[in-house]
C-alpha cells in the first residue's frame, strides 16, 4: 500500500497534547456512554463496558487540518482517499457526500456522544459527525490484537467512515430508535447489522481505492486478518474466556471478514444491505 500520491484531508481535528478540560462524573454521563457505546465504539470496547466515564462538559477545539506528523499525515491521507471514494459514489446518485471530521486525541476527550476514552477504541459520534482515533489504537492492533500493517489500520479508518455513510443514508435512525425500546438481544441484532454494513463499507472504499493506493494480496490479508482478530467472539474469547452471541454488538469474526470481503469484490454499496440480508 502506498499512500505517497493520496491528497491529505484537511477535515482532521488535532487535540493531542491538549489534555482534557471539564470533569465531574455524573450519572448521565453513563447513559451517553452506553449509548455512544452501542452507537459505533469499536474493537477494544468490549473489553472496556463496565468503564466509567463522565458527561461531556466543554467541547474541545482542536488545531484544524492534516497534521504534519507521520502517523498524522497517515490518517489524514487515508480519510482523504475516503472523501475521493465516497464523494463519487454519492455523486452516481445525484446525492451530495458531507464529509466528517476525523478528530485526533491522546487517553480522552469530550463528544457530542460523551466522553471519548482511547480504551473505547475508535469511534464515530453521529451527534457531531466526527470520528474519533487514538492514534495509540494502532500501536495495540499490533500488539495486542497481532494486526499489524497500514491497510489494516487504514480499515479501522474506513470502518468509522462506514458508519458516517450510515448517518447520511438514515441507516443510523433504525439503531437510534430502537434503543430502550426493544429487548437488548434483539437490540444487538440490529447493532450487529450496523457494524457488519460499515464493514462492509469499508470494503467498497478498498476496491475503489485500491488503484490509486497500490493495494496488493498481502495488504488484503492485512485487513481480513485485522476483521478477524477483532471479531466479538475472538474479543469475548479473549477478554471472558467464553463466547455468548446474543450479547454481540459487532459480529463475529467470520461475518466481519465475509462483508468485508462482500465490499471489496464488488465495490457497490447496494451490495452491503445487512438489514434485509436472510443470513449474515
Ligand atoms: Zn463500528
Excluded at 491528497?7 to 491538549?18: L, T
Excluded at 450519572?27 to 474493537?43: S, W
Excluded at 482511547?118 to 453521529?126: I, K, L, N, Q, V
Aim: net charge negative.
Amino acid at each position: 500500500m502506498d499512500l505517497g500520491n493520496q491528497r491529505e484531508s484537511s477535515n482532521v481535528e488535532d487535540r493531542r497534547g491538549m489534555g482534557m478540560v471539564g470533569g465531574g462524573l455524573g450519572v448521565g454521563g453513563v447513559v451517553v456512554a452506553l449509548v455512544a457505546y452501542f452507537l459505533g465504539f469499536d474493537p477494544g470496547t468490549a473489553l472496556n463496558v463496565a468503564e466509567q466515564v463522565t458527561a461531556p462538559h466543554q467541547m474541545q477545539q482542536g488545531k484544524k487540518g492534516a497534521p504534519a506528523d507521520e502517523n498524522g499525515q497517515f490518517a489524514a491521507k487515508v480519510l482523504g482517499s475516503t472523501e475521493g471514494v465516497w464523494g463519487s459514489i454519492f455523486q452516481q446518485s445525484n446525492a451530495q457526500y458531507r464529509a466528517p471530521t476525523l478528530v485526533l486525541y491522546e487517553r480522552q476527550t469530550g463528544s457530542a456522544c460523551g466522553r471519548g476514552q482511547s480504551a473505547m477504541g475508535p469511534f464515530y459520534c453521529p451527534n457531531d459527525e466526527k470520528l474519533y482515533l487514538d492514534l495509540s489504537f494502532f500501536r495495540d492492533m499490533q500488539a495486542r490484537f497481532h494486526a499489524p500493517g497500514d491497510f489494516a489500520r487504514a480499515y479501522v479508518i474506513a470502518h468509522e467512515v462506514g458508519h458516517h455513510v450510515q448517518k447520511l443514508t438514515g441507516a443510523f435512525r433504525r439503531l437510534e430508535s430502537a434503543q430502550g425500546r426493544v429487548p437488548e438481544a434483539e437490540y444487538n441484532r440490529i447493532s450487529v447489522r450496523m457494524e457488519l454494513q460499515a464493514d462492509c463499507y469499508a470494503g467498497v472504499w478498498g476496491h475503489h481505492a485500491g488503484t490509486a493506493i497500490q493495494l496488493n494480496s498481502g495488504d488484503i490479508a492485512a485487513a481480513l486478518n485485522a476483521a478477524t482478530a477483532i471479531g466479538d467472539d475472538r474479543l469475548q474469547q479473549q477478554s471472558q474466556g467464553r463466547v455468548v452471541p446474543e450479547s454481540f454488538t459487532h459480529g463475529s469474526s467470520e461475518q466481519r471478514v465475509r462483508w468485508f470481503k462482500r465490499g471489496l469484490d464488488s465495490g457497490r454499496p447496494q451490495d452491503c444491505d445487512t438489514f434485509s440480508a436472510a443470513a449474515l
